[in-house]
């Protein structure tokens, strides 16, 4: 069994009592998407390129169908200073917010602090970044973004995706 095999059912049963759901959906490659307001949140358990310390790996593909500008760059190396521990970056059209934990020293504050940060973060900045330089959202519903960007980064105002209304993925 390996090590990821071991921490797989400890984040699963996290994340399910995070969501307050009875059933997970898990996908084939074991990434557990998430529906945020506008956006789609995966969580996944990935080992490092050489094979050494799991990581639980929760990121938000935010906007696709934009392209890299000098303008959309600076503007994510701004949002980068403002983080503490998630980063936002393009790469293949995409915009994405993702943050990394090692996987082996998980407890359930840890996944639910990433999870509630990263859901936040999406939900807000893809209709933020969507009207400044255009692309697209993962799902195109009205959502309610907090005030300001300073409270993407604000764990203990982010609001838990809401399984029943906002949709789970």
Same mark, same amino acid.
């Given at each position: 069994? %390996?090590?990821?095999?071991?921490? +797989?059912?400890?984040?699963?049963?996290? !994340?399910?009592?995070?969501?307050? !759901?009875?059933?997970?959906?898990? $996908?084939?490659?074991? %990434?557990?998407?998430?529906?945020?307001?506008? *956006?789609?949140?995966? !969580? +996944?358990?990935?080992?490092?390129?050489?094979?050494?310390?799991?990581?639980?790996?929760?990121?938000?593909?935010?906007?696709?169908?934009?392209?890299? *500008?000098?303008?959309?760059?600076?503007?994510? /190396?701004?949002? /980068?200073?403002? @983080? *503490?521990?998630?980063?936002?970056?393009?790469? /293949?059209?995409?915009?994405?917010?993702? $943050?990394?934990?090692? =996987?082996?020293?998980?407890?359930?504050?840890? !996944?639910? &602090?990433?999870?509630?940060?990263?859901? @936040?973060? =999406?939900?807000y900045w893809d209709d933020v970044l969507k009207?400044?330089?255009?692309?697209?959202?993962?799902? /195109?519903?009205? %959502?309610?973004?907090?005030e300001g960007a300073e409270a993407a980064e604000a764990p203990a105002e982010a609001p +838990?995706?809401?399984?029943?209304?906002?949709? &789970?993925?």
């Open positions: 069994m %390996t090590r990821l095999e071991v921490i +797989r059912p400890f984040v699963e049963q996290t !994340v399910k009592e995070f969501l307050g !759901v009875e059933q997970l959906q898990v $996908m084939d490659d074991g %990434t557990i998407p998430i529906r945020a307001g506008s *956006t789609g949140v995966n !969580v +996944r358990l990935m080992q490092t390129r050489d094979e050494g310390e799991p990581l639980l790996q929760v990121f938000a593909p935010i906007l696709h169908g934009v392209p890299r *500008t000098p303008e959309l760059l600076e503007k994510l /190396n701004e949002m /980068n200073t403002n @983080f *503490t521990s998630a980063r936002a970056f393009w790469v /293949n059209d995409q915009v994405l917010i993702a $943050m990394e934990l090692p =996987a082996e020293t998980l407890d359930k504050q840890q !996944v639910g &602090y990433a999870c509630s940060l990263i859901s @936040f973060a =999406a939900d009207g400044q330089f255009g692309g697209e959202i993962a799902f /195109n519903e009205p %959502t309610t973004p907090a +838990r995706p809401d399984p029943g209304s906002k949709g &789970y993925l």
